[in-house]
Each structure stands twice: as structure tokens, then as C-alpha cells.
């Protein structure tokens, strides 16, 4: 089992800019595919980006295709979320996950899950 836990979120104006952080504990981190989904209020758990084990291969909901980045550094066992020109639609609480595969489908099963962090995009 991975241990994940986020950082970085906030209030922000619509426009801004915020990078989450997601530091994993353990020695497999650099094994498998990371990623990071959104929950909305009232709404259900969605997928925003994700990253294959190496980061070469990065994967994002078309919602924000253009204004997110993905990255990782096996290194430091951390990833991030670059997230630029927010909305107020981009408001959720984000979560940072552990895929237990090397490289992300839509299929692939999530073992592990951080707590979330909190991002408000205000308009």
C-alpha cells in the first residue's frame, strides 16, 4: 500500500493559477501509472489527468486538455498538477491516486487514494 497525501490547494480567482502536489510514501511509487481525479458537489467522482509510470505517457479529460499539466518526479516520489486558467467549474476537491498498473487505461483499478485537497475557483 502507497500512503498519498495532496497539497497545494485553495482559493483562487477565475483566471489564476494553482500546483497541487501529491508526496507518496513506499519504494513502488516509481512502478505504476498516477493520476488525479475531481469531485464536484452533488456530483460524482471524475477523472482529470494521469501519468505513466516513467511520465512519458501523460492522459487528460478533454475538460481540461489544454490548461492542465501532469508531471511526476520518481526521485522525490511526488507528483503534480499544473493547473492554469482556471473556471469556476474547475472547483472540487481533488484527489491524488495510485494506479496498480504501469502505464493508465480507463480501466485500470485504483488501489490507493489521497485525502483530497480543496480548490475554489471564484468568478
Known amino acids: 500500500q502507497v500512503q498519498l497525501e495532496e497539497s497545494g490547494g485553495g482559493l483562487v480567482q477565475a483566471g489564476g493559477s494553482l500546483r497541487l502536489s501529491c508526496a507518496a510514501s513506499g519504494r513502488t511509487f516509481s512502478l505504476y501509472a498516477m493520476g488525479w481525479f475531481r469531485q464536484a458537489p452533488g456530483k460524482e467522482r471524475e477523472f482529470v489527468a494521469a501519468?505513466?509510470?516513467?511520465?512519458?505517457?501523460?492522459y487528460y479529460a478533454d475538460s481540461v486538455k489544454g490548461r492542465f499539466t501532469i508531471s511526476r518526479d520518481n526521485a522525490q516520489n511526488t507528483m503534480f498538477l499544473q493547473m492554469d486558467s482556471l473556471k469556476p467549474e474547475d472547483t472540487a476537491v481533488y484527489y491524488c491516486?495510485?494506479?496498480?498498473?504501469?502505464?493508465?487505461?480507463?480501466?485500470?483499478?485504483?488501489?490507493?487514494w489521497g485525502q483530497g485537497t480543496q480548490v475554489t475557483v471564484s468568478s
Open positions: 501519468t505513466s509510470w516513467n511520465g512519458y505517457s501523460t
Open positions: 491516486a495510485r494506479f496498480s498498473t504501469r502505464t493508465y487505461s480507463a480501466y485500470s483499478p485504483v488501489p490507493d
